[in-house]
Nanobody
């Protein structure tokens, strides 16, 4: 099993930037992919971005493409989500999760505790 702990998040004005980090521990050698999902109040949880642990291939939801960048540091066992040009509709609780396959978290996968991102207009 892999344990995930997020950090970052907070309150920012529209057009601003935030950086989320996720530290992985445990059986990190077994990671296939890792990434972020988010859930806004009253909405379903949705995929944001993912990266393959070995090759570094990246995947993004259309709503964040061009604004968000996901990266990973295999030496530090961390994954980072750089969020630029933030919009009020990006407001949500952001979860780090693994593995992510086809924009969903595999059954039995690992989740972080979530971190709040609030974008004011």
């Amino acid at each position: 099993q892999v344990q995930l702990v997020e950090s970052g998040g907070g309150l920012v004005q529209a057009g601003g930037s935030l950086r989320l980090s996720c530290a992985a521990s445990g059986r990190t050698f077994s990671l296939y992919s890792i990434g972020w999902l988010r859930q806004a109040p009253g909405k379903e949880r949705e995929f944001v971005a993912a990266i393959t642990w070995s090759g570094g291939s990246t995947y993004y939801a259309d709503s964040v493409k061009g604004r968000f960048t996901i990266s990973r540091d295999r030496a530090q066992n961390t994954v980072t989500l750089q969020m630029n040009s933030l919009k009020p509709e990006d407001t949500a609780v952001y979860y780090c999760a693994a593995p992510i396959i086809g924009q969903t978290v595999a059954m039995g996968g690992s989740w972080g505790q979530g971190t709040q991102v609030t974008v004011s207009s």
